[in-house]
């Protein structure tokens, strides 16, 4: 029973985190194709400024909408008239705790995993590097 109710729970919560998260690859790519190769060309101005910051603002809200989702949901379907119905299904409480624990747990993995990831896909590429280090040589020159 705790396959199924790991089952449906992952389909609940993906409804809506799925949307989240599909909404930062667009960002990601605009990123990748636009801001970081301006950065080479013109240097750091405050278009590419803004592009990080509506990167960064958006990881933050993601992940904090992640998280707030799964605490509401596991609230909802627990202790609410949902919650209500839930536990009447034919399981002991520690599967339906199990379950919206896996559930929760794996959603924020992925969550983890797909912020992580852009960061790094951002962080690799090379005129961000070339960028980086050039600014680093030029405060450190000054020292």
Known sequence: MLKKLFKYDMISLSRVLIIVHLILIPIIAFIVMFVVPDIEQNGVNLINICGMLLYFIYTVIASTFTTLYIAIYFYKNLFS???????????????????????????????????????????????????????????LSGI
């Not at 002991?92 to 912020?115: C, E, N, R, V």
């Open 81 to 139: 008239d949902q919650g209500y119905l839930t536990l009447t299904l034919p399981a002991t409480p520690f599967q339906h705790l199990m379950s919206k624990t896996l559930a929760g747990g794996l959603w924020t993995l992925i969550d983890l995993l797909f912020i992580n990831g852009s960061l790094l896909l951002i962080y690799f590429s090379s005129t961000v590097q070339k960028a980086l280090l050039t600014s680093e040589a030029g405060c």
